[in-house]
Protein backbone atom coordinates (compact mmCIF):
# COMPACT_ATOMS: atom_id res chain seq x y z
CA UNK A 1 0.00 0.00 0.00
CA UNK A 2 1.20 3.50 -0.95
CA UNK A 3 1.55 6.61 0.61
CA UNK A 4 -2.10 8.43 0.81
CA UNK A 5 -3.13 11.52 1.78
CA UNK A 6 -6.40 11.84 0.07
CA UNK A 7 -8.31 9.19 2.64
CA UNK A 8 -11.78 9.44 3.07
CA UNK A 9 -13.49 8.64 6.05
CA UNK A 10 -16.09 6.39 4.17
CA UNK A 11 -12.77 4.44 3.57
CA UNK A 12 -11.21 4.63 6.65
CA UNK A 13 -14.21 3.32 8.12
CA UNK A 14 -14.31 0.62 5.95
CA UNK A 15 -10.67 -0.57 6.43
CA UNK A 16 -11.50 -0.56 10.38
CA UNK A 17 -14.49 -2.69 9.96
CA UNK A 18 -12.82 -5.18 7.47
CA UNK A 19 -12.85 -8.74 8.32
CA UNK A 20 -10.62 -8.89 11.40
CA UNK A 21 -8.10 -11.47 10.24
CA UNK A 22 -7.75 -9.86 6.35
CA UNK A 23 -7.25 -6.80 8.25
CA UNK A 24 -4.43 -7.68 10.51
CA UNK A 25 -2.65 -9.87 7.78
CA UNK A 26 -2.50 -7.17 5.13
CA UNK A 27 -1.50 -4.53 8.34
CA UNK A 28 1.28 -6.75 9.39
CA UNK A 29 1.88 -7.64 6.15
CA UNK A 30 2.80 -3.90 5.35
CA UNK A 31 4.19 -3.15 8.08
CA UNK A 32 7.13 -5.83 7.28
CA UNK A 33 7.54 -3.56 4.23
CA UNK A 34 9.11 -0.92 6.06
CA UNK A 35 9.81 -2.46 9.69
CA UNK A 36 11.50 -4.82 11.29
CA UNK A 37 8.29 -6.52 13.44
CA UNK A 38 10.82 -7.71 16.03
CA UNK A 39 11.99 -4.70 17.15
CA UNK A 40 10.21 -1.92 18.89
CA UNK A 41 11.48 1.22 19.47
CA UNK A 42 11.27 2.71 23.44
CA UNK A 43 10.71 5.95 24.65
CA UNK A 44 9.91 8.09 28.38
CA UNK A 45 7.85 10.19 28.88
CA UNK A 46 8.78 12.95 31.52
CA UNK A 47 6.24 15.51 32.91
CA UNK A 48 8.69 18.51 33.81
CA UNK A 49 5.87 20.65 34.58
CA UNK A 50 2.57 18.92 36.01
CA UNK A 51 -1.27 19.96 36.53
CA UNK A 52 -2.78 23.21 36.53
CA UNK A 53 -3.68 23.51 33.15
CA UNK A 54 -6.37 25.93 31.89
CA UNK A 55 -7.17 23.72 29.37
CA UNK A 56 -10.43 21.13 29.70
CA UNK A 57 -9.60 18.35 28.28
CA UNK A 58 -12.12 15.62 29.22
CA UNK A 59 -9.67 13.08 29.80
CA UNK A 60 -6.99 14.78 31.43
CA UNK A 61 -6.45 14.84 35.09
CA UNK A 62 -3.78 17.33 34.73
CA UNK A 63 -6.35 20.16 33.77
CA UNK A 64 -7.29 22.62 36.60
CA UNK A 65 -10.51 22.20 36.03
CA UNK A 66 -10.98 19.13 38.04
CA UNK A 67 -10.54 17.73 41.17
CA UNK A 68 -8.21 14.75 40.72
CA UNK A 69 -6.11 15.21 43.67
CA UNK A 70 -3.62 16.13 41.21
CA UNK A 71 -0.17 18.07 43.14
CA UNK A 72 0.69 20.88 41.16
CA UNK A 73 4.58 21.12 40.12
CA UNK A 74 6.15 24.16 38.41
CA UNK A 75 8.65 23.38 35.61
CA UNK A 76 11.90 21.31 36.06
CA UNK A 77 15.22 22.29 36.92
CA UNK A 78 17.32 21.57 33.55
CA UNK A 79 19.68 19.34 35.91
CA UNK A 80 16.80 17.15 36.80
CA UNK A 81 15.42 16.52 33.54
CA UNK A 82 19.44 15.70 32.36
CA UNK A 83 19.05 13.56 35.11
CA UNK A 84 15.94 11.54 34.54
CA UNK A 85 17.51 11.43 30.78
CA UNK A 86 20.22 9.66 31.84
CA UNK A 87 18.27 6.74 33.40
CA UNK A 88 16.02 6.57 30.86
CA UNK A 89 19.13 6.31 28.17
CA UNK A 90 20.11 3.61 30.60
CA UNK A 91 17.01 1.55 30.43
CA UNK A 92 16.89 1.40 26.97
CA UNK A 93 15.18 4.56 25.84
CA UNK A 94 16.55 5.95 22.36
CA UNK A 95 13.72 8.74 22.47
CA UNK A 96 12.99 11.03 25.70
CA UNK A 97 10.27 13.14 25.56
CA UNK A 98 9.31 16.12 28.17
CA UNK A 99 5.89 17.09 28.64
CA UNK A 100 4.43 20.10 30.31
CA UNK A 101 1.02 20.72 30.99
CA UNK A 102 0.69 24.04 29.48
CA UNK A 103 -1.97 26.07 26.78
CA UNK A 104 0.40 27.42 25.40
CA UNK A 105 4.55 28.23 26.66
CA UNK A 106 5.73 31.93 27.27
CA UNK A 107 8.61 32.74 25.06
CA UNK A 108 11.33 32.24 28.48
CA UNK A 109 9.11 28.54 29.26
CA UNK A 110 10.29 27.57 25.44
CA UNK A 111 14.34 29.21 26.43
CA UNK A 112 14.36 27.16 29.07
CA UNK A 113 12.84 24.01 27.49
CA UNK A 114 15.50 24.52 24.75
CA UNK A 115 18.01 24.52 26.82
CA UNK A 116 16.97 20.87 28.21
CA UNK A 117 16.45 19.92 24.48
CA UNK A 118 20.05 20.89 23.99
CA UNK A 119 21.72 19.27 27.32
CA UNK A 120 19.34 15.93 26.18
CA UNK A 121 20.25 15.52 23.02
CA UNK A 122 23.83 15.57 23.74
CA UNK A 123 23.47 12.84 25.27
CA UNK A 124 22.83 11.31 22.27
CA UNK A 125 18.95 10.77 22.67
CA UNK A 126 16.24 11.68 20.36
CA UNK A 127 13.95 14.30 21.89
CA UNK A 128 10.38 15.09 21.59
CA UNK A 129 8.55 17.64 23.29
CA UNK A 130 5.51 18.41 24.05
CA UNK A 131 3.95 21.88 25.52
CA UNK A 132 1.06 23.05 23.97
CA UNK A 133 0.26 25.21 21.57
CA UNK A 134 3.29 26.91 19.60
CA UNK A 135 4.06 30.02 18.01
CA UNK A 136 6.31 29.44 14.58
CA UNK A 137 8.96 31.33 16.38
CA UNK A 138 8.76 29.27 19.40
CA UNK A 139 8.59 25.91 17.19
CA UNK A 140 11.76 27.72 15.26
CA UNK A 141 13.65 27.89 18.58
CA UNK A 142 13.00 24.68 19.76
CA UNK A 143 14.22 23.56 16.44
CA UNK A 144 17.23 25.76 16.41
CA UNK A 145 17.81 23.54 19.73
CA UNK A 146 17.99 20.36 17.94
CA UNK A 147 14.47 19.21 18.68
CA UNK A 148 13.65 16.21 16.83
CA UNK A 149 10.04 15.79 17.82
CA UNK A 150 7.11 17.66 18.89
CA UNK A 151 4.37 15.96 19.76
CA UNK A 152 0.86 17.71 19.22
CA UNK A 153 -2.24 15.39 18.75
CA UNK A 154 -5.36 15.85 17.49
CA UNK A 155 -6.97 13.39 19.96
CA UNK A 156 -10.19 12.70 17.84
CA UNK A 157 -12.25 13.29 15.04
CA UNK A 158 -13.33 16.82 14.31
CA UNK A 159 -17.01 15.90 15.02
CA UNK A 160 -16.63 14.65 17.94
CA UNK A 161 -13.81 17.01 19.32
CA UNK A 162 -16.37 19.21 20.63
CA UNK A 163 -17.61 16.83 23.37
CA UNK A 164 -13.90 16.45 24.75
CA UNK A 165 -12.23 19.66 24.26
CA UNK A 166 -14.26 22.97 24.75
CA UNK A 167 -10.83 25.42 25.15
CA UNK A 168 -9.05 25.26 22.04
CA UNK A 169 -10.07 24.69 18.87
CA UNK A 170 -9.78 21.51 15.86
CA UNK A 171 -7.76 24.21 13.82
CA UNK A 172 -5.81 25.76 16.71
CA UNK A 173 -4.32 22.22 16.73
CA UNK A 174 -3.62 22.06 13.17
CA UNK A 175 -2.00 25.63 13.61
CA UNK A 176 0.63 23.93 15.64
CA UNK A 177 1.45 21.17 13.70
CA UNK A 178 1.88 23.79 10.88
CA UNK A 179 4.21 25.52 12.65
CA UNK A 180 5.77 22.42 14.06
CA UNK A 181 6.46 21.71 9.96
CA UNK A 182 7.61 24.43 9.31
CA UNK A 183 10.18 23.98 11.45
CA UNK A 184 11.77 21.16 10.41
CA UNK A 185 10.65 19.49 13.51
CA UNK A 186 9.42 15.77 12.94
CA UNK A 187 5.87 15.49 14.24
CA UNK A 188 4.22 13.23 16.57
CA UNK A 189 0.75 13.43 16.48
CA UNK A 190 -2.05 10.75 17.47
CA UNK A 191 -5.16 10.69 19.37
CA UNK A 192 -7.28 8.65 22.00
CA UNK A 193 -9.62 6.25 21.71
CA UNK A 194 -11.85 4.84 24.13
CA UNK A 195 -13.78 8.20 24.99
CA UNK A 196 -17.02 7.09 24.36
CA UNK A 197 -16.86 8.06 20.71
CA UNK A 198 -17.68 6.16 17.72
CA UNK A 199 -15.65 4.17 14.95
CA UNK A 200 -16.59 6.53 12.38
CA UNK A 201 -14.77 9.25 14.63
CA UNK A 202 -12.05 6.72 15.22
CA UNK A 203 -11.87 6.43 11.24
CA UNK A 204 -11.93 10.87 11.12
CA UNK A 205 -9.16 10.94 13.33
CA UNK A 206 -7.32 8.73 11.37
CA UNK A 207 -8.01 10.18 8.06
CA UNK A 208 -6.71 13.97 9.41
CA UNK A 209 -3.98 12.11 10.36
CA UNK A 210 -3.45 10.56 6.94
CA UNK A 211 -3.92 13.92 5.13
CA UNK A 212 -1.44 15.37 6.70
CA UNK A 213 1.67 15.82 4.34
CA UNK A 214 3.74 14.60 4.91
CA UNK A 215 2.04 11.85 7.22
CA UNK A 216 3.52 12.39 11.10
CA UNK A 217 6.69 10.16 11.88
CA UNK A 218 5.33 9.21 15.22
CA UNK A 219 1.67 8.26 15.66
CA UNK A 220 0.68 7.84 19.50
CA UNK A 221 -2.37 6.01 19.72
CA UNK A 222 -3.76 6.36 23.45
CA UNK A 223 -6.61 3.89 25.13
CA UNK A 224 -8.04 6.29 27.58
CA UNK A 225 -6.97 6.14 30.75
CA UNK A 226 -10.12 6.96 32.60
CA UNK A 227 -8.98 9.26 35.90
CA UNK A 228 -11.19 9.74 38.50
CA UNK A 229 -12.36 13.44 38.94
CA UNK A 230 -12.25 13.89 35.04
CA UNK A 231 -15.38 14.08 33.07
CA UNK A 232 -14.53 10.72 31.05
CA UNK A 233 -14.35 8.75 34.09
CA UNK A 234 -17.04 6.16 33.98
CA UNK A 235 -17.14 6.32 29.84
CA UNK A 236 -18.33 2.84 28.60
CA UNK A 237 -14.98 0.71 27.88
CA UNK A 238 -14.13 0.80 24.38
CA UNK A 239 -14.06 -3.17 23.01
CA UNK A 240 -10.26 -4.22 22.81
CA UNK A 241 -10.08 -5.58 19.51
CA UNK A 242 -11.16 -1.95 18.14
CA UNK A 243 -8.27 -0.57 19.39
CA UNK A 244 -5.97 -3.24 17.68
CA UNK A 245 -8.45 -2.39 14.68
CA UNK A 246 -7.54 1.25 14.85
CA UNK A 247 -3.54 0.29 14.88
CA UNK A 248 -4.23 -1.81 11.65
CA UNK A 249 -5.77 0.55 9.83
CA UNK A 250 -3.29 3.00 11.03
CA UNK A 251 -0.76 1.00 10.13
CA UNK A 252 -2.29 0.87 6.53
CA UNK A 253 -2.60 4.58 6.35
CA UNK A 254 0.49 6.06 7.76
CA UNK A 255 2.98 2.90 6.19
CA UNK A 256 5.98 5.00 6.92
CA UNK A 257 5.45 6.17 10.18
CA UNK A 258 6.11 4.62 13.77
CA UNK A 259 2.72 3.77 15.28
CA UNK A 260 3.05 4.06 19.05
CA UNK A 261 0.62 2.17 21.51
CA UNK A 262 1.12 4.71 24.11
CA UNK A 263 -1.42 5.30 27.33
CA UNK A 264 -3.82 2.43 28.34
CA UNK A 265 -1.16 -0.47 28.44
CA UNK A 266 -1.23 -1.03 32.06
CA UNK A 267 -5.13 -1.97 31.40
CA UNK A 268 -4.42 -4.20 28.80
CA UNK A 269 -3.28 -7.83 28.55
CA UNK A 270 -0.24 -8.75 27.61
CA UNK A 271 -2.11 -10.92 24.44
CA UNK A 272 -3.62 -7.58 23.99
CA UNK A 273 -0.46 -5.59 23.19
CA UNK A 274 0.79 -8.46 21.44
CA UNK A 275 -2.18 -8.42 18.90
CA UNK A 276 -1.11 -4.56 18.64
CA UNK A 277 2.00 -5.44 17.77
CA UNK A 278 1.15 -7.89 15.50
CA UNK A 279 -1.27 -5.30 13.56
CA UNK A 280 1.58 -2.66 13.32
CA UNK A 281 2.05 -0.60 16.22
CA UNK A 282 6.20 -0.83 16.68
CA UNK A 283 7.00 1.90 19.90
CA UNK A 284 6.01 1.88 23.68
CA UNK A 285 6.81 4.51 26.03
CA UNK A 286 9.00 2.71 29.25
CA UNK A 287 8.53 3.32 32.85
CA UNK A 288 6.27 2.93 35.49
CA UNK A 289 4.62 5.53 34.92
CA UNK A 290 3.26 8.19 31.67
CA UNK A 291 2.97 12.00 32.67
CA UNK A 292 0.70 11.28 35.43
CA UNK A 293 -0.91 8.02 34.75
CA UNK A 294 0.15 4.18 35.34
CA UNK A 295 2.53 2.46 32.80
CA UNK A 296 2.99 -1.09 33.27
CA UNK A 297 6.89 -0.48 33.77
CA UNK A 298 10.33 -1.40 33.18
CA UNK A 299 10.49 -5.68 34.66
CA UNK A 300 6.96 -6.12 33.34
CA UNK A 301 7.91 -4.74 29.43
CA UNK A 302 11.19 -6.32 29.49
CA UNK A 303 9.15 -10.05 30.51
CA UNK A 304 7.04 -9.26 27.29
CA UNK A 305 9.39 -8.05 25.36
CA UNK A 306 11.45 -11.26 25.78
CA UNK A 307 8.68 -13.76 25.32
CA UNK A 308 7.79 -12.11 22.14
CA UNK A 309 11.19 -12.71 20.63
CA UNK A 310 11.73 -8.99 20.54
CA UNK A 311 13.87 -6.31 21.51
CA UNK A 312 14.59 -2.34 21.67
CA UNK A 313 15.56 -0.14 18.68
CA UNK A 314 19.09 1.32 19.26
CA UNK A 315 19.75 4.67 19.51
CA UNK A 316 21.96 5.24 16.46
CA UNK A 317 25.04 7.51 17.61
CA UNK A 318 27.97 8.73 15.66
CA UNK A 319 30.71 6.48 15.78
CA UNK A 320 32.86 9.24 17.48
CA UNK A 321 31.72 9.74 21.33
CA UNK A 322 29.04 12.02 21.46
CA UNK A 323 30.25 14.97 24.13
CA UNK A 324 27.75 17.78 25.14
CA UNK A 325 27.72 20.29 27.62
CA UNK A 326 24.71 21.57 29.26
CA UNK A 327 24.18 25.52 28.64
CA UNK A 328 21.76 25.92 30.78
CA UNK A 329 22.44 29.67 32.54
CA UNK A 330 20.27 28.27 35.19
CA UNK A 331 21.66 25.36 36.24
CA UNK A 332 25.83 25.70 37.26
CA UNK A 333 25.19 21.76 38.61
CA UNK A 334 24.73 20.92 34.98
CA UNK A 335 26.26 23.71 32.97
CA UNK A 336 30.00 22.47 34.05
CA UNK A 337 29.64 18.55 33.58
CA UNK A 338 30.43 17.20 30.24
CA UNK A 339 28.28 14.24 29.42
CA UNK A 340 30.36 11.54 27.07
CA UNK A 341 28.12 8.63 25.81
CA UNK A 342 29.40 6.10 23.06
CA UNK A 343 27.61 3.74 20.91
CA UNK A 344 29.46 0.63 22.79
CA UNK A 345 27.65 2.20 25.90
CA UNK A 346 23.96 1.94 24.70
CA UNK A 347 24.99 -1.22 22.50
CA UNK A 348 25.70 -3.19 25.98
CA UNK A 349 22.75 -1.40 27.47
CA UNK A 350 20.39 -2.52 25.13
CA UNK A 351 22.27 -5.96 25.72
CA UNK A 352 21.65 -5.99 29.34
CA UNK A 353 18.39 -4.95 28.76
CA UNK A 354 17.65 -7.53 26.33
CA UNK A 355 18.67 -10.45 28.64
CA UNK A 356 17.02 -11.31 31.75
CA UNK A 357 19.79 -10.45 34.13
CA UNK A 358 18.51 -8.15 37.29
CA UNK A 359 21.67 -5.87 37.28
CA UNK A 360 20.05 -3.28 35.03
CA UNK A 361 16.55 -2.32 36.01
CA UNK A 362 14.80 -1.35 33.02
S1 LIG B 1 -4.19 17.25 27.81
FE1 LIG B 1 -2.63 18.84 27.87
S2 LIG B 1 -3.71 20.69 27.24
FE2 LIG B 1 -5.30 19.22 27.84
S3 LIG B 1 -5.69 19.66 30.01
FE3 LIG B 1 -4.14 18.04 29.92
S4 LIG B 1 -2.18 19.12 30.05
FE4 LIG B 1 -3.73 20.62 29.49
Request: glycine residues 6%; negative net charge.
Amino acid sequence: MGIRHDWTVVEADALIGRAFHDLLAEAHEVHRQTFDPQVVEAAILLSIKTGACPEDCAYCPQSSKYDTGLEPERLMATADIVDAARNALASGATRFCMGAAWRSPTDRQVALVADAVRAVGGLGMETCATLGMLTSDQAQRLAEAGLDFYNHNLDTSPEFYGEVITTRTYEDRLDTLANVRESGVKLCCGGIVGMGESRLDRAGLLVQLARLDPHPESVPINLLVQVPGTPLYGTDKLDPLELVRTIAAARLMMPASVVRLSAGRSQMTDELQALCLHAGANSVFLGDRLLTTPNPGNDHDRDLLDRLDTTLAVVDLPTSTATSTCTNATDSAVSHVPVTVTRDTVSTMAAQIRSTSSSVEM
